[in-house]
């Protein structure tokens, strides 16, 4: 057990101190252009933040550590996943993502550092979740890079088709290149694929009626978590095709709004299926994302109204016929109610403990936070891993840390806009492939920072409290995967001509 009367208050200030540094350096580095954009500043000032991002790290760990330190297996098949995962991006590094990577290694390596903080020093017991998390970290890093991979040599595939083996690539892509061809190209494959994918895996637990999640082999895993690579694919490709038949701005209101009822339709049998599965967070995230991909994927203001006016009329109809509804359907009808309730005042309701002992626990926090190790997370919600990760982090960071972790995610939302926007430079290499990346890439940023703003606004009571967890941080192995899965898509949003050029 770790004596926190041996840990200097300097360690916490250092630790602190660096956070801010380091998030200041990837604001700075990003958004500052200087030294040019070339391929070896890039990879330099990749490799500077990542330096900092580990010194960092290791500044947390250490006083934690220091007394009884054991190297965790898991955490060192993380630390092996990266060092893959490093080398990688060191060949995909450009002015565009040269600090995307280090800024989710960051947010990781928080939430790997509040739970082994969780595991060892406190009377919880949550020693299997940071081994569990570790893994699931390498499992998330092997995939991110797998799937930029995967998606940089469909693309180049498209391009070249035939003529993708003169370019000599190696083996292993000419392998993949040929599979993908063959199984994509060669043969019509719709797009609404993407939609029946996510209609099975939201029926999968209700079918076997195992809640919201499954378990096999021991591992549970939730398969609703996969619908935010399907829902973007499936609205990235739509929008794409509403640009190819709607054209422009003299297109008749009657033919735009005729090609936009039938993917709202569509696009309501997911929400049906988080309904039946009483998870109502997804519904207010898909929704945030739905309209702000529209807006940019149409570029028109009618569209978004529209969408709008029908949340709006959903809402006035559930507020209208509340007692009907909570008559025909109460189980379902009845946590929105309650949810509703505790947002208006918690305080007044037993349910809302949950969010009394967050806004506690954050107040006693104070500035500059208890210390890491030195807080009381015993008292906190009990899903304080989950739901509540933020909690824990300015109750011993303060609200300084707090406000670190939101900018951090706004960098990470500035980033991934940028990212997006800079595809407009690529229209004249294949416009095709340049539209679909940036609104592909736009649905990634938003799904990640959306997410991680309705989890903060919910422990803060900002917002209605829906049980998703924090990206990268909260402890949740599905979650972790996926957000790696969506990272490796932006990331191959963020290659330029040059990346794909040379295979």
Request: hydrophobic letters at 50%; glycine letters at 8%.
């Amino acid at each position: 057990m770790l004596n926190l009367e041996s840990i200097p208050s300097s360690f916490h200030s250092f630790f602190l101190g660096s956070y801010s540094l380091t998030v200041a350096s990837i604001f700075f580095f990003s958004f500052i252009v200087f030294f040019g954009q070339g391929s070896f500043i890039s990879r330099l000032k990749f490799m500077l933040l990542s330096i900092l991002v580990w010194f960092t790290l290791f500044i947390g760990f250490y006083p934690l550590v220091r007394d009884n330190f054991q190297l965790n297996r898991y955490f060192e098949l993380y630390l092996v996943s990266y060092l893959f995962a490093f080398i990688f991006m060191l060949h995909q590094v450009n002015y565009r993502n040269y600090a995307l990577f280090p800024l989710i290694t960051l947010l990781n390596g928080t939430g790997l550092l509040l739970l082994y903080r969780l595991s060892y020093f406190s009377h919880l017991d949550m020693q299997k979740e940071f081994s569990k998390q570790a893994l699931f970290s390498a499992v998330g890093l092997f995939f991110m890079v797998l799937t930029t991979w995967t998606l940089k040599v469909t693309l180049q595939v498209d391009v070249h088709r035939d003529s993708f083996a003169l370019l000599k690539p190696p083996k292993l892509n000419l392998v993949l290149g040929w599979i993908i061809n063959h199984l994509i190209f060669n043969n019509f494959v719709s797009y609404h694929y993407w939609l029946i994918i996510t209609l099975i895996l939201l029926a999968i637990p209700i079918i076997f009626g195992t809640g919201m999640r499954i378990t096999v082999s021991g591992i549970q895993f939730q398969p609703s978590e996969f619908v935010k690579v399907t829902f973007i694919f499936y609205l990235t490709y739509h929008l794409v095709k509403y640009r190819e038949k709607i054209g422009g701005w003299e297109t008749p209101l009657r033919q735009r709004l005729g090609f936009l009822i039938f993917p709202l339709i569509t696009l309501s049998l997911p929400f049906v299926g988080y309904v039946l599965q009483k998870d109502f967070g997804p519904l207010m995230l898909y929704s945030l994302v739905l309209m702000a991909m529209f807006f940019v994927g149409t570029s028109r203001v009618f569209e978004v109204a529209f969408i709008l006016s029908l949340f709006t009329l959903i809402i006035y109809v559930y507020n209208t016929f509340s007692p009907v509804i909570n008559a025909v359907i109460p189980k379902y009808a009845s946590i929105i109610v309650d949810r509703i309730n505790i947002w208006q005042n918690p305080w007044l309701h037993t349910k809302g403990e949950q969010i009394v002992r967050s806004l506690w626990a954050i107040k006693e926090g104070g500035l500059w936070g208890t210390g890491l190790g030195a807080g009381h997370p015993e008292f906190f919600p009990s899903e304080v891993q989950h739901d509540f990760i933020f909690t824990l982090m300015t109750h011993e960071l303060g609200l300084l840390g707090g406000f670190l972790i939101i900018l951090a995610y706004i960098g990470f939302c500035l980033l991934g806009i940028r990212i997006a926007f800079a595809n407009r430079k690529d229209y004249s290499w294949n416009a095709k492939w340049a539209e679909l990346r940036l609104i592909l890439a736009l649905g990634c940023t938003l799904i990640i920072f959306v997410q991680a703003m309705i989890n903060i606004g919910g422990v803060i009571n900002f917002s209605l409290m829906t049980g998703i967890t924090l990206p990268f941080v909260s402890y949740g192995g599905t979650s972790i995967v996926v957000s790696y899965i969506v990272v490796g898509i932006l990331l191959f949003c963020s290659l330029s001509r040059r990346e794909f050029t040379f295979v």
